[in-house]
């Protein structure tokens, strides 16, 4: 291949992930249906004529990397935080602190960047629903897992995990829309009570003997 060439490549492969990474952005913000590809063109500066050679399926090719991208970073997040921490509720605690801090540092501008292709596209898209159904499985997975190694019980952690991942979505919305962490901060005191609650030895239900 000539230096020409390679360099073409490059630019097109950068070009692809600014606009990936700018329609997640803009989803967060705007929502699916609010955002245009003219609105990704504009906030990525990428050439007009890649969106179509890096995205040949559209929006909806564009909605899927961003999904992806969103399922990759939050599951970097975990494992993170998985290594960053001691215990099963310090794990959920800085789960749920990553997200709280990311809303304040947006000015509570931003939430998911998946919900809106949930909510405006994946019932009307095969290919949507699959990859997003995906990326919130695999999300639920990791942190069950992580749960798990830090000493919760299989049957809790994967209750646990879709409750923390739950909660975070609604504190998302409820903390933009009351322009307040305390969603967020309320849901951790209460996730840390779900672990205690997990962890606790099971009690003897069979009472005294006579």
């Known amino acids: 291949m000539s230096i020409k060439c390679m360099m073409i490549v490059m630019v097109r492969g950068d070009s692809k992930e600014r606009m990936v990474v700018a329609a997640r952005r803009l989803f967060r913000e705007r ?8 609105d ?4 990525s500066a ?31 997040n975990v494992n993170r935080a998985a290594g960053a921490t001691a215990t099963a509720a310090e794990l959920i ?3 749920m602190r990553r997200f709280r801090d990311d809303v304040v540092a947006k000015d509570f501008r931003e939430g998911c960047a998946v919900a809106p292709i949930v ?8 290919q949507l629903g699959d990859v997003v159904r995906r990326t919130f499985a695999d999300v639920v997975g990791v ?18 995990a879709v409750n923390a991942v739950t909660t975070m979505e609604g504190a998302l919305v409820l903390s933009r829309a009351l322009r307040t ?11 840390a009570r779900s672990v205690d609650a997990a ?12």
């Not at 990704?40 to 906030?43: G, H, K, P």
């Not at 942190?143 to 646990?160: F, I, M, N, Q, T």
């Not at 962490?181 to 996730?191: G, M, R, S, Y």
């Not at 962890?199 to 006579?210: K, N, S, Y």
């Open 181 to 191: 962490t305390e969603p967020f901060d309320v849901a951790i005191v209460e996730l």
């Open 93 to 95: 605690e800085a789960f």
């Open 199 to 210: 962890l606790a030895p099971p009690t003897d239900r069979q009472g005294p003997t006579r």
């Open 31 to 38: 929502g699916y249906h609010g955002t245009s590809l003219s």
């Open 143 to 160: 942190l069950a897992a992580r749960l798990a190694d830090k000493g919760v019980p299989e049957s809790s952690a994967r209750a646990l």
């Open 119 to 126: 909510l405006d596209a994946a019932s009307s898209s095969t």
């Open 40 to 43: 990704v063109v504009s906030e």
């Open 46 to 76: 990428a050439p007009r004529g890649s969106l179509y050679f890096n995205f040949p399926g559209g929006k909806e090719e564009l909605a899927t990397e961003v999904a992806l991208l969103h399922a990759s970073d939050a599951i970097a």
